[in-house]
């Protein structure tokens, strides 16, 4: 068993997958959706109904920040700012030439083996008519300052999605679902109640 947990965690493609921040934040808001519910629902001192509104709720939270994350604002950032990158601020640089998006580029990056990389460019190099060597690309920091880019644009679209827009977005929708899904009373029924 411990060959095995030793091959997984050894192995170049896992430890590729774990290196960027997107995925990183993704496993622990995901684990969060997870886990808070279920230590709420673990609680014995809460009521029911408030431990099941609590959990509910948490989870929903944590969801569609997951959601609003991975779907809408590491896209955006990590698009953007290589279309910024590429068409502005490092234009002259091969790497962009060679790699219209950031999913082409980290493609390219993740490949495990010098010679798998020198066969992309290779290929790049037929279709597009360019020379995209070892040493523009590789050699000169290109590959580090597109990965660069991506990656700091991963840790500004965490920042600001998971502390600024999620929040705000969650928080805005969480109440009409859990009204939908009956785990809220309607303020109107509340008040003729009372």
Known sequence: MINGIQNIISNPTF??????TATQMGIKTSLNAVARPGFILLDKNIDPHTKKFSASKEFLYQALSIAMYLGVIIPVFKHGTYALAKNKLFKDEAVFKAFKTPDEFKKF????????KLSKLSEISKQTGDSFTKENIIDNGGADLANGVIETSSLIGTIIGLAVIAPLTATKLIHPILKAVGLTKDEK????KN
Request: aromatic residues 12%; proline residues 0%; glycine residues 6%.
């Open 189 to 192: 029924q509340t008040a003729d």
């Open 15 to 20: 430890f590729n997958m774990t290196q960027g």
């Open 109 to 116: 990056f993740k490949l495990e083996t010098e010679a798998e």
